[in-house]
C-alpha cells in the first residue's frame, strides 16, 4: 500500500511540474507571438495613404518625419530632399470645408475624385486618405508604405503609438525610465537593508528582533496602490518644495516609494541568511581576537553573501515590475531621462495605463506585448548576472 501511495503521489508531482512547465512556454510563447507581430504592420495607419503631388520627388518617409509634417514642424519639401515647395497638410475632415454637399456626392461617391484634383492642383500638398477613396485615381505619387522598421523601434527616442497618420513606437524612453528609477530605488534600498538586517541578525536583542520582524515582514502585505497613495500625499509635495521643482512627480519619487517596497524583501531574507551562519564560525572568529564587528564584516556576512545577494534580486525585481505605485507618482512623461528630478515613464507603468484602451490586435496592443518582452529580458539578464557572481563567491568559499 505505501508503495502505491509513494508512486501515485510521484506522478502527482510529475504531471503537476510538466503542467506547469507547459503552462509557462505558452505564456511565453503568446507574449513573444503577439509582439513580433508589430513588425508586420505598416508605418502609416492600415487602410490609409499618403498620397503627393506626382511632381513631388520624395518617394519614402520615416513615421518620424511624417509626425513632423503634420506638426508642421517640417514646413518646406526641401527639407526632406524634394523641391524648395512649402508643405500643405490634407486630411479626410477637411473636404467638407473645401467642397459641398452636392459636389461630393449624397455618398460620398465623388470625393476620391475631389482628392485627386486637390492633391494635384497643389504641388506641395501631403493628403492623408482612406486607400479605398483613390484606389481608383491616377495622377498621383502615393508614398511607399514600408512595415515598422525594429530599428525605430528599439532605437527610437520617441514614444507616441496614438498619433496619426503614423504611430511612433521608439522604446528607448520607457526602457530609460524603467532602469534609471529601479537603480535608484536599489541604491537607496540596498544599504538600509542591509544595515536593518545585520541589526536584526547580529545586534538586537530578542525580544526585539521577536516583535520588529513581523512588523517589517507585514509591510509586504500592504498594496502597492497604497504606497502610491502614500507617495503621492507624502513624498511628491516634500520633493517638490525641497527642490523647488515645478512638479513634483519625478524619477526620485518613483525611486523612493520603490525602495520602501524593496525594504522588506531584501531585510526578511537578508536577516534569514545571516542568521544561518553557523555558530562555530562565529565563535572561532571571536577566539582568534576579531571584535564583533570584524566578525560581522569578515565572517557572517561573506558567508551569508549568497542569501543576501537573493534578498536584493527580490527586490530588484520587485522595484523592476511595480506598476500602480510608480504610475502615480513618476509624471508618466514619456521622454529619455536625463535627471532624477524630472518626470518619467516606467515600461510597468506603460502597459497598465495604454493596453484598457488599445484596440486587441492593432499595432498599439502588440507594441504593449513588445514592452512586456524587453522587461522579461530585462529581468533575465539582472537574475543571470546576480547568479553568476553569486555562484563564483560560493566557488571562492
Known amino acids: ?12 508531482f510529475t504531471i503537476s511540474g510538466f503542467t506547469t512547465s507547459i503552462a509557462i512556454l505558452l505564456i511565453i510563447g503568446f507574449l513573444f507571438s503577439e509582439a513580433v507581430g ?7 495607419d492600415k487602410g490609409y495613404v499618403l498620397a503627393l503631388n506626382q511632381d513631388n520627388p520624395v518617394k519614402r518617409l520615416s513615421a518620424q518625419e511624417i509626425k513632423l509634417l503634420f506638426d508642421e514642424e517640417i514646413t518646406n519639401w526641401k527639407e526632406l530632399g524634394g523641391r524648395d515647395i512649402p508643405v500643405e497638410v490634407f486630411r479626410l475632415e477637411d473636404l467638407d470645408k473645401i467642397y459641398t454637399e452636392e459636389e461630393l456626392g449624397a455618398e460620398y461617391e465623388l470625393a476620391g475624385a475631389k482628392i485627386a484634383e486637390l492633391v494635384k492642383q497643389h504641388k506641395g500638398m501631403i493628403a492623408f486618405v482612406p486607400y479605398s477613396l ?5 495622377g498621383m505619387n502615393l508614398i511607399q508604405d514600408e512595415n515598422i522598421p525594429v530599428k525605430d523601434v528599439l532605437l527610437g527616442d520617441e514614444w507616441f503609438p496614438t498619433a496619426t497618420p503614423s504611430p511612433i513606437f521608439g522604446i528607448l524612453p520607457l526602457i530609460g525610465g524603467t532602469l534609471w528609477v529601479s537603480f535608484f530605488a536599489i541604491l537607496i534600498a540596498l544599504p538600509f537593508g542591509l544595515a ?3 541589526y536584526l541578525a547580529e545586534v538586537a536583542h530578542p525580544n526585539v528582533r521577536k516583535y520588529l520582524k513581523p512588523i517589517i515582514e507585514l509591510l509586504n502585505g500592504i498594496p502597492s496602490v497604497v504606497y502610491g497613495f502614500f507617495g503621492l500625499a507624502v513624498i511628491v509635495p516634500f520633493l517638490q518644495e525641497t527642490f ?9 519619487a518613483g525611486s523612493i516609494v520603490l525602495a520602501i517596497m524593496a525594504l522588506p524583501t531584501i531585510i526578511t531574507v537578508a536577516e534569514d541568511a545571516m542568521r544561518s551562519c553557523p555558530r562555530m564560525m562565529r565563535e572561532a572568529s571571536l577566539a582568534l581576537g576579531a571584535t564583533h564587528w570584524q566578525t560581522i564584516y569578515k565572517v557572517v556576512i561573506p558567508f551569508s553573501i549568497s542569501g543576501i545577494t537573493s534578498g536584493v534580486v527580490l527586490g530588484i525585481g520587485r522595484a523592476i515590475g511595480e506598476t500602480m505605485a510608480v504610475l ?7 521622454v529619455i531621462p536625463t535627471s532624477i528630478l524630472e518626470p518619467l515613464r516606467t515600461i510597468p507603468a506603460t502597459i497598465a495605463a495604454e493596453l484598457g484602451e488599445a484596440p486587441a490586435g492593432g499595432a498599439h496592443y502588440q507594441s504593449l506585448f513588445l514592452l512586456g518582452v524587453i522587461l522579461f529580458f530585462i529581468t533575465l539578464i539582472i537574475n543571470s548576472c546576480v547568479e553568476i557572481v553569486s555562484a563564483r563567491n560560493k566557488f571562492k568559499k
Open 1 to 12: 500500500m505505501k508503495k502505491i501511495i509513494d508512486r501515485i503521489a510521484r506522478r502527482i
Open 38 to 44: 508589430l513588425f508586420s504592420n505598416p508605418v502609416v
Open 134 to 138: 483613390i484606389e481608383k485615381e491616377t
Open 196 to 198: 536593518v538586517s545585520i
Open 244 to 252: 523647488n521643482l515645478p512638479v513634483g512627480e519625478s524619477g526620485l
Open 328 to 334: 502615480m507618482v513618476t509624471g508618466n512623461a514619456a
